[in-house]
């Protein structure tokens, strides 16, 4: 056996080079799975899909899900009770904070505490009116095709399930 001498040396990669280069892979496919993935659902999935989860299962989070020219042209033939909404919500927001506040206080004041909430339930009660008569104008303003389309996706979304829902305990069985 002979052995060729070519004077050149078996060039060896340093293994430094080729973890970087796997890595710059990985997160080259990383980069374009999630570009890929968000031109697909912005462009091919329907509103709906798009939206389901943050939504409210009602007639506004349905008017959010039209095309936005649609939902313009409703929120326009709307635009007082959005006016009269938009503040209580707010006032709702800030007094709901207030609670929360109060609940984590140290030391508990509980007179504090009870008159936030007396607060709280005047602000939601003045706020749930306001969002009814918003809700009633708006599906006034639906066609009758919306109207049948409100009925089709209140079905799909998920309820939120309420302890305050179930079905009443006899007072016989247990406690949990």
Known sequence: ??????????????????????????????????????LWRR??????????GRVPPNVLGYAMTLPAERFKELESRTEEEWRRVRPLRRALLDARAESIKALATEPFDR?????????????DQRSREAAYKLHSEIVVNLTPEERRGFLRWREQQRPLKNPLDGPEKQGNETQR
Do not use: C, K
């Not at 936030?116 to 339930?121: D, M, N, R």
């Open 1 to 38: 056996m002979t052995a060729v001498a070519t004077g050149v040396s078996s060039p060896r990669t340093p293994r430094w080079v080729a973890v970087t280069l796997v890595g710059s892979l990985a997160l080259n496919l990383i980069v374009i799975g999630a570009t890929v993935s968000y």
């Open 43 to 52: 462009h091919f999935e329907p509103p709906e899909a798009r939206l389901s």
């Open 111 to 123: 007179q504090r505490y009870l008159a936030v909430q007396s607060l709280l339930l005047v602000a």
